[in-house]
């Protein structure tokens, strides 16, 4: 089984405190919404699970793993984090052949990834040309070219047209059937009650909520309406009088 297993993750900026002991467990076979408020530390978490930066104390492990111990991670845990990660220059198919000649991953995966993620047509221009979207579409491509167990997406609808919205979640719904450990972080709430099985809900770097979506929405009307009342209060940013304080 091919968990995520964050176990007292703590990261400090700083005075900032992005995580406070976080800890809890991602299951294969369910996607699972990663919400909270802006700076509720979502995309902190994502990145200590790649390594990407140090955790203050604690652990967060793929696979019984650090990151960082896997020859080839692609084929272990895919991940999009940053659409701009792509070289402007380069063409879509060029950057993803790239990352498969170093993972040793075969080149006719590199059409597979293209055509499940829609820019087959657009394989052969370069990224600096490439909208919001399409850089989307790249980095869920490059996430996918592995053929990895766990997925992590952090926003990834993230100007995405609403054609791409439907695709993504047809994708992320088949990862999970198929086996996988699916993370999703979204401020998407329509689309995390279609999407997700299970929900992780962080306000100011801790955990509020680990609960499966019909347990977690429960009396509520919707989703939003929940998680409106969970993290009511922490939220770092609240709008007040017209104004972001
Ligand atoms: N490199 C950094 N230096 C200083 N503070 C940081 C850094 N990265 C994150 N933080 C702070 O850590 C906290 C958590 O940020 P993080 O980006 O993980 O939140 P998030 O839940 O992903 O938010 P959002 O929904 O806005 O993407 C915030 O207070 C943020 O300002």
Redesign the pocket.
């Known amino acids: 089984m091919t968990l995520i297993e964050i176990r007292e993750l703590t990261?400090r900026?700083?005075p900032?405190c992005?995580?406070d002991g976080l800890t809890v467990t991602v299951r294969p076979g369910r996607v699972t919404g990663f919400l909270?408020?802006?700076?509720?530390?979502?995309?902190?978490?994502?990145?200590m699970l790649l390594g990407l930066?140090r955790p203050t104390s604690g652990t967060a492990l793929v696979g019984g793993r650090p990151y960082a111990s896997y020859d080839e991670p692609l084929r272990h845990v895919g991940a999009l984090l940053d659409a701009s990660a792509a070289h402007p220059g380069r063409t879509a198919r060029d950057h993803l052949l790239t990352l498969a000649l170093t993972h040793r991953i075969p080149a006719r995966r590199v059409d597979e990834v293209l055509e499940e993620t829609g820019l087959a047509s657009a394989a052969r221009r370069r990224v600096r040309a490439f909208s919001l979207g399409m850089r989307q579409r790249l980095g869920l491509a490059a996430a996918l070219l592995g053929d990895p167990s766990v997925l992590l997406l952090?926003?990834p609808a993230n100007g995405l047209d609403p054609e791409g919205i439907v695709q993504l979640r047809r994708l992320t719904r088949r990862l999970a059937q198929e086996g996988r450990t699916v993370l999703i972080?979204s401020?998407l709430m329509s689309e995390m009650a279609q999407t997700a099985d299970h929900l992780v809900v962080?306000g100011r770097?801790r955990l509020l909520a680990d609960a499966p979506l019909d347990e977690f929405v429960g009396e509520s009307a919707s989703l939003e309406e929940a998680y409106f009342a969970l993290t009511a209060g922490s939220a770092?940013f609240t709008h007040q009088e017209g104004t972001l304080s």
Do not use: C, F, I
Not at 36 to 47: E, V
């Open positions: 990261k900026y700083g900032v992005a995580l909270g408020p802006n700076g509720a530390g979502k995309s902190t978490t994502m990145r930066d952090d926003e972080s401020h962080l770097g770092e």
